[in-house]
């Protein structure tokens, strides 16, 4: 006992105060402790503060000799708020910092003396949970672990499902952080209610949590704030559906379910209907006109909406277009008395307006090489590059390749067109297939399930989008300042086809590689011989005439 009655001799000189630690529970407990503690360095004032923390925490928690129940977390991190505010009344002219600070200190302190005498739930420390393995703080551990805190299952399934897409700890440990922050912002109740938040609420919310005092806003807080909350409450479906919000909403869904029925249309000219018709109905709107009240006078009018906004005559075309079918389908459904389209007038598209212009061989080759094989980015970039030049692959195509696409047997890839719904079996050619086992076997996250070859670089690792593919070569072509009218994936698709032409396949042939329905697509590549043209040109014609 003398040894025990050494330290606090060493640490306590008035004999009312030593008394009070002696006569104390765990007496051995907590001198073990302090003697853990002055063997990493630190100092007599510091083991006396300590000492402090040890005999608060047991009169409060009511701790004992023998004692086999398990401390709660939450107590701890009660009694270690009620110890911060006695400081603060004690010492008025204490700073927050320094407050703050001595809550941090108690807590981790505590945390780490009831670890020590195992009194802790072992749930707390078992590695399997992921809240122990994102975190080495105590307070830390002490605030997300605590199953008695709000939404503990909520935050931490989100959490589960966000480790198996593959996100790395450092972003889990600030959606950890950021679970907390969003349920105070949002001053969030389990005990009652809750209503699902839209969209438009959470980034709202989002601006105000990273406004400071003189009205700017922190980005990075706003950015991280509007993303963790968007993808916490879909996952526990508090996120509000999306419903559009405009007049002729269900007549342009029973047009588009009937697009795909009748007319077995590609998803994305679906999606380009119904924004078009959005746009269409948005127009009638604001004009306060009825679907059965318009006339041509009115399509005059919106036709000049397009040629106000800047459109090109062929972009308005492909609109004219888009709204003839549907007024024409309206008509035929008796949604309009009147068959507005015969006097629809289509912005004059000339014949060889449309002619493709495509990028010089050595051009493409400067494209295909400028991704270096020696990045993640790199690989994958240069992969999908391979594929738009060598097939004349459109980017939905290529987005939407799967694992099973590909036949490493047979040496084939299985090609689903976007227009059309057609699959068709394409050889692979030596130089795609060694870059696509290069991109499987270093680049692409093998581990995460999904079935789609080319997955985005960041977890949860998604699979590439649309956009993407086309940002990627158009930064290529930007970057060697390859000047064209249309740059992205398309004008390597046309500098396939007219290669193609160039070497004298027939439109047959070309169109089957293109994916078309029907040669009149097609047939526009064979204007554009421009090797031969070039032959014809360099002709000596003199005495010919």
């Known amino acids: 006992m003398a040894e025990f009655i050494t330290m606090y001799e060493r640490l306590f000189i008035t004999a009312s105060k030593l008394q009070l ?13 302090l003697s853990l503690k002055e063997k990493g360095g630190n100092t007599l004032d510091r083991l006396r ?32 708020h009620e110890y911060r505010n006695r400081s603060k009344s004690r010492r008025l002219k204490e700073n927050v910092i320094a407050i703050d600070y001595r809550f941090n200190d108690v807590v981790c302190n505590l945390f780490e003396w009831v670890c020590s005498i195992n009194l802790i739930n072992p749930m707390f420390l078992d590695t399997n949970s992921i809240f122990n393995r994102l975190i080495d703080d105590a307070r830390t551990v002490c605030r997300l672990n605590n199953y008695a805190a709000p939404f503990y299952q909520e935050r931490l399934g989100h959490l589960n499902d966000l ?14 952080v950021y679970h907390l922050h969003i349920i105070n912002h949002l001053d969030l109740n389990p005990l009652h209610d809750l209503r699902h938040h839209s969209i438009d609420e959470l980034v709202s919310a989002a601006r105000q949590y990273s406004r400071l005092q003189n009205g700017l806003i922190i980005k990075s807080r706003y950015m991280k704030f509007r993303s963790v909350t968007i993808s916490w409450f ?6 509000a559906s999306e419903k559009p919000e405009y007049a002729g909403h269900e007549i342009v869904e029973k047009y588009c379910e009937w697009l795909i029925d009748a007319k077995g249309l590609a998803i994305g000219t679906i999606e380009y209907t119904r924004l078009e018709l959005k746009r269409f109905f948005g127009y009638m709107y604001e004009q306060n006109l009825m679907l059965r009240d318009l006339s041509v006078s009115n399509m005059d009018e919106y036709m ?28 035929n459904k008796g949604l309009i008395t009147k068959d507005l389209t015969l006097k629809l007038i289509t912005p004059k598209i000339y014949t060889e307006e449309n002619l493709p212009i495509s990028p010089k061989k050595e051009d493409v080759c400067r494209i295909v090489d400028f991704y270096d094989e020696t990045s993640v980015s790199g690989i994958r970039n240069k992969s999908i590059i391979l594929l738009l030049a060598e097939y004349g692959m459109r980017r939905s195509e290529v ?20 227009k059309g719904c057609r699959s068709q079996l394409l050889k692979l050619k030596p130089a795609v297939g060694n870059m696509l086992l290069k991109y499987l076997t270093e680049s692409r996250k093998n581990n995460m399930n999904r079935r789609h ?33 249309h740059i992205g994936p398309h004008a390597l698709r ?21 994916g078309h329905k029907q040669l009149d697509t097609t047939r526009i590549y064979a204007r554009v011989d421009f090797e031969n043209l070039r032959k014809v040109a360099d002709i000596n014609w003199e005495g010919l005439l």
């Open 494 to 514: 046309k500098f396939f086809a007219t290669i193609l032409v160039n070497n004298g396949h027939s439109l047959k042939d070309v169109s089957e590689l293109l």
């Open 399 to 418: 987005a939407n390749l799967k694992l099973e696409d590909i036949d490493w047997g047979k040496e084939t890839i299985t090609l689903n067109r976007a």
């Open 304 to 331: 000049e909406t397009y040629r106000k906004a800047g459109y090109s005559r062929k972009t308005i075309a492909g609109k004219v277009s888009c709204v003839k079918m549907f007024l024409r389908h309206a008509f």
């Open 21 to 33: 630690h002696l006569e104390a529970p765990l007496l051995k407990e907590r001198e073990r402790f």
């Open 453 to 485: 070859l080319f997955l985005g670089l960041k977890a949860p690792y998604n699979p590439v989008s649309c956009r993407s593919i086309y940002y990627l070569v158009a930064q290529a072509f930007k970057m060697l300042d390859i000047r064209l009218e």
């Open 49 to 80: 503060v300590l000492a402090c923390y040890l005999l608060f925490s047991v009169r409060s928690l009511g701790l004992k000799e023998g004692q086999e129940s398990y401390v709660d977390i939450g107590s701890l991190i009660k009694i270690s």
């Open 234 to 239: 879909g996952f526990i479906g508090l996120l």
């Open 163 to 176: 480790e198996k897409k593959g996100m790395s700890y450092q972003t889990l440990r600030e959606y950890a």
